[in-house]
């Protein structure tokens, strides 16, 4: 199970063509991953695993200023 914190909540705004640095908590040891959707196509995707505290930190690259919703995966 992972926990983010509450500013990464659905219908959230992120600054475009910038670094997404998601954190959160997991099991120690794990796998994380996170992709950026648009419909069902992958468009940016990065992993990490969490330290022995079950905290992780990943980074990802957001897409350019549009309209268009996006989906977060992670």
Known sequence: MIKLPSVFSSGALYQHNSDLTIYGYTTAGHHVSASI????NVIESAETGSDDAGRFEITIKTPGASFTSYNIKI
């Open 37 to 40: 959707y648009l419909q069902n």
